[in-house]
């Protein structure tokens, strides 16, 4: 299991894009334990939609109690130790490129064919980059708030036991799961490792 310290060097974390892979890793992350300080679900209603629900579902613990559902991929960037791209193949280096890094920031993408090569500005200016990508695919969370009560008012919070059915759900995939990981530093190749082993999955290392 990844120890504390492996955990304080990446967190806080944040998501930006919210597909299938994204939903999945922002549960699976905060369920275990890491802090998940943004959430940049995309542009769209039903993704955004999405990400207030999940946000609601993880708000009554600790290490999502402060998540903020963003207006943009900067917004969400700002103030996160490390950032994860879950965002289309093709999208990686554009969106990546588009925003202003830290040295020393920490920023992942998902993608098992790309390799560093969408991130290769990045490290040029300190950045650590790195991929995460697992090597199974994900279903897509869908998580459903209570019914309109019957006196016309707001529609209720995420019923308990819709949460806990995706919690176990995340739960199980990810032990099912190994991701290839590739680093831009032999530090943070390990530190991914741990990540993985934490949140149940196993690990085996790409080199760049």
Not at 35 to 61: N, V
Not at 92 to 106: C, D, F, M
Not at 144 to 152: F, L, N, V, Y
Not at 167 to 184: D, H, M, Y
């Amino acid at each position: 299991m990844a120890d504390r310290r492996e955990i304080r060097t990446i967190q806080p974390v944040a998501i930006i894009g919210l597909g299938a892979l994204g939903r999945n890793l922002s549960v699976a992350l905060v369920e275990h334990g890491y802090r998940l300080s943004a959430i940049y679900p995309g542009r769209t209603k039903r993704s955004r939609d999405a990400a207030a629900l999940i946000c609601a579902a993880l708000g009554g613990r600790k290490a999502a109690e402060r998540v903020r559902l963003c207006d943009s991929p900067q917004e969400a960037a700002n103030g996160a130790r490390t950032v994860f791209l879950t965002v289309p193949d093709d999208s990686i280096k554009r969106l990546a490129s588009s925003l202003t890094w830290n040295p020393g920031q920490v920023v992942l993408h998902c993608s098992g064919s790309a390799g560093l090569a969408p991130l290769q500005d990045l490290v040029t200016q300190g950045v650590l980059c790195g991929c995460f990508h697992p090597l199974n695919t994900f279903p897509r969370l869908e998580l459903q708030r209570e019914p309109h009560s019957p006196d016309g008012g707001s529609r209720g919070d995420v019923p308990a036991a819709s949460i806990a059915q995706v919690l176990e759900a995340v739960t199980t995939r990810f032990k099912e799961t190994t991701f290839a990981i590739t680093a831009s530093d032999s530090e943070l190749s390990a530190v991914l490792a741990g990540a993985a082993e934490r949140i149940g999955a196993g690990s085996i290392n790409v080199p760049a």
